[in-house]
C-alpha cells in the first residue's frame, strides 16, 4: 500500500522529493528511493516537517510500538495520521497518539495500478481542510469514498477491501468453464478479462442501473438469458453471504487488535 500511494502521488505530480519513507528494511525503503526518488530513511523517530500527512502502512500488531516511539514527533508537528491497518479501529488509534489528528482508510490491491477503491472514515470533529488532504491523497489511487459512521468500514472491506479477490475467483471459473467447453486457456483468459474490463467501464460510463444495463443485453430465449437462468439460481444469495462472512470476519479481527492494542 504504501508503494501503491507513492506511486499515486508522484503520478498527479507531487514532488517525490518532499516524500519521506521511513522503514526498518533499507532495501525496500532505498528500492522506493531508486524507483520513485523519494527520501529513504530510517525508522528510528526524527522531527517531522509541520502539518506534514503521515501513512501508518506497517502491519497492525506493530502499531503499539511504532506509534508509541513516534508520538511525540506526530503531536510536535501536528501532523494528519493516515492509517490503512485493516481493522484497527478509531478509538485505539486515538488512544495511541492522542491529539493527533487522525484517519482511518482501507484501500484495495488495484491502487497499485491507479485503479483503488478506498474508503474513508475520521470523527466528526476533523476539519474540512484536514478532510481534502486524505481525500486528494487517496483519490491519487483511484475511487476515494467517505463513510458516514465506522461501522460501515467492516461492510466496506467487504466490498471493496476483499472485492478483487472475488473477481479473481469469478475469472477464474469462467476461465476454467470456457476450456472444459473447447477454448484454449490463454484464450479464455483474454476473452474472460476483456468482457469483465469491458462491462465494468460501460456500467461507471452509463447513467443506467447495472439491472437496466443487463436487460439491454438479453433478448428473451437468447443465450444471455439461458446463461442467465443459472446465475440467478444462487448467485444473489452467495453474493450476501459472502460479504456478510466477511464483514463478520472483519469486526471479529478487528476486536481481537483492539484487545492487543
Known amino acids: 500500500m504504501a508503494r501503491a500511494l507513492i506511486a499515486g502521488l508522484c503520478?498527479?505530480?507531487f514532488p517525490a522529493q518532499q516524500i519521506q519513507v521511513h522503514a526498518p528494511h533499507p532495501q525496500r525503503r532505498d528500492a522506493l528511493a531508486a524507483e520513485f526518488g523519494v527520501q529513504s530513511l530510517a525508522a528510528e523517530p526524527c522531527p517531522l516537517p509541520p502539518e506534514a500527512i503521515v501513512v501508518y502502512a506497517a502491519k497492525p500488531k506493530q502499531m503499539r510500538a511504532?506509534?508509541?516511539?513516534w508520538a511525540h514527533e506526530l503531536r510536535a508537528a501536528r501532523v494528519l495520521l493516515i492509517s490503512?491497518?485493516?481493522?484497527?479501529?478509531?478509538?485505539?488509534?486515538?488512544?495511541?497518539?492522542?491529539?493527533?489528528d487522525v484517519v482511518r482508510v482501507m484501500p484495495n490491491t488495484p491502487t497499485q495500478i491507479g485503479a483503488g477503491a478506498s474508503t474513508l472514515y475520521a470523527p466528526a470533529e476533523l476539519d474540512t481542510a484536514r478532510r481534502q488532504q486524505a481525500e486528494k491523497l487517496v483519490q491519487s489511487t483511484g475511487l476515494a469514498e467517505w463513510l458516514p459512521d465506522e461501522e460501515s468500514m467492516d461492510m466496506a472491506t467487504a466490498l471493496a477491501g476483499s472485492g478483487p479477490a472475488y473477481v479473481f475467483l469469478f475469472l477464474e471459473a469462467l476461465e476454467d468453464a470456457a476450456v472444459a467447453g473447447g477454448l484454449y486457456r490463454d484464450q479464455a483468459r483474454r476473452l474472460a478479462i476483456a468482457t469483465l474490463r469491458g462491462a465494468a467501464e460501460l456500467a461507471q460510463q452509463s447513467d443506467l442501473a447495472p439491472a437496466l444495463l443487463r436487460h439491454q443485453v438479453t433478448s428473451p430465449g437468447g443465450t444471455t438469458a439461458a446463461g442467465l437462468s443459472a446465475w440467478e439460481e444462487g448467485l444473489r444469495p452467495l453474493a450476501k453471504r459472502a460479504l456478510d462472512a466477511a464483514s463478520?470476519?472483519?469486526q471479529?479481527?478487528?476486536a481481537l487488535l483492539a484487545e492487543e492494542l
Open 66 to 69: 511504532i506509534l508509541t516511539a
Open 11 to 13: 503520478n498527479h505530480g
Open 84 to 100: 490503512v491497518a485493516a481493522g484497527v479501529r478509531l478509538s485505539s488509534l486515538q488512544a495511541l497518539v492522542p491529539e493527533v
Open 252 to 254: 471479529e479481527l478487528a
Open 248 to 250: 463478520r470476519r472483519s
